[in-house]
């Protein structure tokens, strides 16, 4: 199976900064690679696919970048409401792993 | 709209099985699969498995083959995750979602159904 591995676990950061986020797959995955971010008592929800298109609704300070096996999250304008944690996935092969997570908390 | 609404929750004993069930709309389930996605208490995602609900062609993760069945009735546009044996370690909230892939992700989930796993 595909590692994922994702880092940081966790950041602490505050409304307005710049946070990047990054996934390293353990073999090449072409760009078959989502992110989702998730709240507290709440389902995932998709941000990005493709590694770089953003989901329809998604506001536009989610980017996503890479190829292959390095692959990163930037939200180049933290809100309030961006502090959640945020996982991506790999599903170029079953089983479609996901990373560990990031936390990402108010500063 | 399309959502996903599942059944409610479980509690089950050791060796139980458990039926999770998703429920369709504003869409028809037979055009997309749906995978299965679980999170244990405090951790992070793990996937379980998909259903093709077009053919009923199945994958499942590693950990649970073996334990785990998914299935789909489109005369009621509802998807289906059965896991018997139950472990504590099963003590978690199942997710089913609408998976796209290898076009997109997974773009709407279900709410999640906690099944507690407890003697």
């Known amino acids: 199976a595909i590692r994922i591995t994702q880092s940081p676990s966790s950041l602490s950061a505050s409304t307005g900064d710049r946070v990047t986020i990054t996934c390293r797959a353990s073999q090449g995955i072409s760009s078959y690679l989502a992110w989702y971010q998730q709240k507290p008592g709440k389902a995932p929800k998709l941000l990005i696919y493709?590694?770089?298109t953003l989901q329809s609704g998604v506001p536009s300070r989610f980017s996503g970048s890479g190829s292959g096996t390095d692959f990163t999250l930037t939200i180049s304008c933290l809100q309030s409401e961006d502090f959640a944690t945020y996982y991506c996935?790999?599903?170029?092969?079953?089983?479609?792993?996901f990373g560990q997570g990031t936390k990402v908390e108010i500063k | 709209q399309v959502q996903l609404v599942q059944s409610g929750a479980e509690v089950k004993k050791p060796g139980a099985s458990v039926k999770v069930s998703c429920k369709a709309s504003g869409y028809t389930l037979s055009s997309h699969g749906i995978s299965w996605v679980r999170q244990a208490p405090g951790q992070g995602l793990e996937w379980m498995g998909w259903?093709?609900?077009?053919?009923?062609?199945?994958k499942y993760g590693q950990k649970i083959q073996g334990r785990v069945t998914m299935t789909t009735d489109t005369s009621t546009s509802t998807a289906y995750m059965e896991l018997r044996s139950l472990r504590s370690d099963d003590t978690a909230v199942y997710y089913c979602?609408?998976?796209?892939?290898?076009?997109?992700?997974?773009?709407?989930w279900g709410q999640g159904t906690l099944v507690t796993v407890s003697s």
């Open positions: 996935q790999q599903y170029n092969t079953y089983p479609g792993t």
């Open positions: 493709a590694a770089s």
């Open positions: 259903i093709g609900a077009y053919n009923g062609n199945t």
């Open positions: 979602a609408r998976d796209l892939t290898p076009t997109k992700g997974y773009d709407y």
